[in-house]
């Protein structure tokens, strides 16, 4: 387990990533933690909770900077230069008027594009709308008109029984208005003989209030016969039938389309005539648009020109001070030139190329940085770049965040007084920072002051006693006394040579090569057929070839959402999850687990409840909290641009992936998606899925790239001919070493990724 407590306030871009994963520093502090068990899944946490890795390692990548032979690589790359000079430069109003400006003009692109591959199904939708107005008004349906028709049809199917119920009232109500010169006795006249009875009683009382009454009835009664009667001659039968079911037909056919009510249809209808109005004048809408993005571009040039400015200013300076710093670091004749080029085209960075170009003996030629010298120059150099950007921050009066700094055989060809001048610099950035040397050498003047330790560099060497090796991430050992047997593999320590002076496998190329630490050293040779890329090479073809991805764990940083919904989920009962519940549950089914929940915390849910509320918990975090790995979408959209086709190939279900994809930015860059659903619900087991993906990508699967982190996915993968890039990431921990033996490649971040599939 390793754990580290960071302390200060946030105000670099480590307090952003910490905010953005909705966390606060308390009182100026965050803690940061990764837990790494002999067994299960490791654990990253940040003040407590748990985290993606990513989000733990852009923090600490704030607090942390490698300068190793092979980190050293990575400042090759211009996007890295770029954010020195920035960082040396310190405008971040500019860099922020910049991004806003940037972001408004790449919002309304993705506008006008969205506009643009919308027109066709606009067009579709436009013609629907009219022929659904035009068929609606055909048949012009009137409120309440279904009731009424319905009524009329009721009553002429049932006209002969009207007739015979009608007839039969009035017999009894009026014989008179059936029959003519009945002489039997009807109920309004017999009515009528009781109230004139009641009436003739000449005594005060009630007679006279009940022949009121019976005058009363009889009036009702003379109604209720009059509108039978004038039902008798209601010939019914003359009405037309067939007309009155075809009117029917018509309007339950709108209800069919545009229902379930009349009234329904009438309001889609002219609903429909204020859509069809926003359709038809999109092509004006497209060009205020456009005009728009005219405008939001000038302003976006014009903030980055001012950027350029500072830029091309920042670069002279830097440049100066480092080519000085280099004479007493035994460099003398060394220049660094940084060049600052505009471009034609504005991206996320303004409209600057930047070159850091390095001279490291006189008349040797100018190469870019990381071609032109040797590891311990590059070291010598990147420190005599962190020396003059802290500088910098300490003469202008701001504050330099705290740093630590681990230089990898920085003394390498250097001895006697020079040795000592580069001790005294690696001293005079300590006063700022933690700075770590890694050295060969078992005594050393780097960490001498005036013959005196500096409290703030510390060295590790090949010689050094065991308690003094620190755990770092890359480094594997499977000698140190302090690794039990339960952990070797999962150990990582940053001595470059073990006890027993067997090398150990200080980066992965050596583990997939089986080389030495000298071989490895030489994997930029044409012969090296294992090779991570830059991102930003150029002149890169990839058309006919396919690249399909897996998402958790190689697209997503998202393994460590499940740990988190348990967290959650038991801390809402009044739980901590035990010790031992990751281990017991990980073999387990879902329902098995959700059984196994209930049961262990006497819980009153059922599985059923508790597998909806994990599912549910899971949607969120997989739409909010779950990051991209670092640089897939820069890498993504690299190889589109190439010509690549992508795809994904995941075992995820469409309510997890579709929101995740979305929610990192990834998802418009892919041409398919499939999951082992779609494969027959077969497992990366069998290699079903990355087939199916090819095919839809219409890619032979010879010529397709898989990335995975799984090591089962990856037999199946070049089972069928395709080639593999594995992803490091927990999971992949305990089959690491035969990942390396297996893969054509393999990543910590998608920096690593090939440019050529």
């Known amino acids: 387990m390793g754990a580290g407590r960071v302390r200060g306030r946030f105000v670099t871009s480590r307090g952003c990533v910490a905010h953005e994963a909705g966390f606060e520093p308390e009182d100026g502090e965050l803690f940061l933690s990764r837990k790494v068990p002999a067994s299960g899944r490791s654990r990253s946490m940040l003040s407590g909770r748990s985290v993606p890795r990513s989000v733990l390692g852009s923090i600490a990548a704030e607090l942390v900077t490698i300068h190793g032979q092979a980190d050293q690589l990575r400042i090759a790359s211009s996007v890295r230069q770029r954010e020195f000079l920035d960082r040396y430069a310190g405008d971040d109003v500019a860099l922020a008027a910049y991004g806003k400006a940037w972001n408004a003009l790449r919002a309304m692109d993705e506008r006008l594009e969205r506009l643009s591959s919308q027109e066709s199904s606009m067009r579709q939708q436009a013609d629907y ?43 009894a109500l009026d014989a008179s208005q059936v029959v003519d010169d009945v002489e039997s006795s009807s109920a309004t006249d017999l009515i009528d003989r009781a109230s004139q009875a009641l009436r003739a009683i000449h005594v005060d009382g ?67 005539v204020f859509d069809l109005e926003d359709l038809d004048a999109s092509p004006e809408k497209v060009s205020q648009l456009q005009a728009e993005r005219e405008k939001l571009f000038g302003e976006a040039l014009k903030a980055a020109r001012a950027v350029s400015k500072r830029r091309v200013a920042a670069a002279k300076e830097l440049a100066a001070k480092v080519t000085a710093e280099l004479e007493s670091l035994a460099m003398s004749g060394s220049k660094l030139e940084i060049r600052v080029s505009e471009r034609e085209h504005l991206d996320a960075s303004g409209a600057d190329g930047i070159d850091f170009l390095f001279t490291p003996f006189p008349g040797s030629p100018q190469m870019p940085m990381g071609k032109s010298a040797s590891g311990g120059e590059l070291s010598r150099l990147m420190l005599a770049l962190e020396l003059v950007a802290a500088e910098k921050h300490v003469v202008a009066g701001g ?49 001498r002051t005036n013959s005196t330790w500096s409290p703030k560099v510390k060295r590790i060497t090949d010689q050094s006693p065991p308690p003094s090796i620190k755990c770092v991430e890359r480094h594997v050992c499977t000698k140190s006394p302090a690794c039990s047997p339960a952990v070797k593999a999962r ?72 740990d988190q919904v348990d967290v959650d989920f038991l801390a809402k009962r009044g739980f901590e999850v035990p010790g031992d519940y990751m281990q017991k549950v990980a073999a387990m089914q879902f329902r098995q687990i959700a059984e196994y929940t209930i049961a262990r915390f006497n819980l009153s849910d059922t599985p059923e409840e508790l597998m909806e509320e994990w599912d549910h918990m899971a949607r969120v975090m997989y739409s909010t909290v779950v ?7 820069e890498y993504l959209a690299t190889l589109k641009a190439s010509g690549a086709k992508l795809s994904v190939a995941t075992s995820l279900p469409p309510m997890l992936r579709e929101p995740a994809m979305r929610h990192v930015g990834i998802f418009d860059y892919f041409d398919e998606v499939v999951s082992v659903d779609d494969a027959g619900d077969i497992g990366k087991d069998r290699p079903d899925v990355y087939l199916l993906a090819a095919s839809r990508l219409g890619i032979e699967p010879t010529d397709c790239t898989v990335f995975e982190d799984l ?38 971040d998608f920096h690593d990724a090939p440019a050529a599939l």
């Open 627 to 633: 990051e991209a790995k670092p640089h897939a979408r």
């Open 491 to 562: 150990r990582r320590w940053n001595m470059p040579r073990n006890y027993s002076n067997r090398p150990c496998l200080t980066d992965p190329w050596q583990a997939i090569a089986g080389k030495s630490q000298n071989q490895s050293q030489n994997r930029e040779s044409k012969n090296t057929t294992i090779k991570g890329a830059d991102m930003t090479q150029e002149n890169v073809s990839n058309q006919g070839k396919g690249a399909i991805f897996d998402l958790d764990g190689t697209l997503l940083d998202s393994m460590g959402v499940w």
């Open 129 to 171: 709308l009219r022929e659904s107005i035009e068929r609606i008004n055909r048949i012009d349906p009137q409120p309440g008109e279904m009731t009424e028709l319905r009524a009329r049809r009721d009553r002429i199917e049932n006209a002969a029984e009207i007739a015979e119920g009608v007839n039969r009232a009035l017999s």
């Open 711 to 748: 090591l089962v996915g990856m037999r199946s993968a070049k089972s069928v001919g395709m080639r593999v890039w594995a992803m490091h990431d927990d999971s992949s921990d305990a089959d690491w070493p035969a990942i390396c033996g297996l893969a054509d490649g393999v990543m910590f």
């Open 399 to 447: 504050s330099v965040p705290p740093m630590t700094f681990i230089f990898d055989e920085v003394d390498a060809g250097v001895g006697g007084k020079t040795a000592v001048e580069l001790g005294a610099r690696l001293a005079k950035l300590a006063q700022s920072a933690q700075v770590i040397v890694v050295t060969h050498l078992h005594r050393s003047h780097l960490g």
């Open 206 to 272: 009630m007679f006279s209030e009940l022949a009121d009454r019976l005058d009363s009835i009889s009036t009702d009664l003379s109604d209720v016969v009059f509108t039978l009667s004038g039902e008798v001659d209601n010939d019914l039968g003359m009405e037309d039938l067939d007309a009155i079911n075809g009117r029917i037909h018509e309007l339950d056919d709108l209800i069919r389309r545009w229902g379930p009510e009349l009234s329904d249809v009438i309001a889609w209808r002219d609903q429909a």
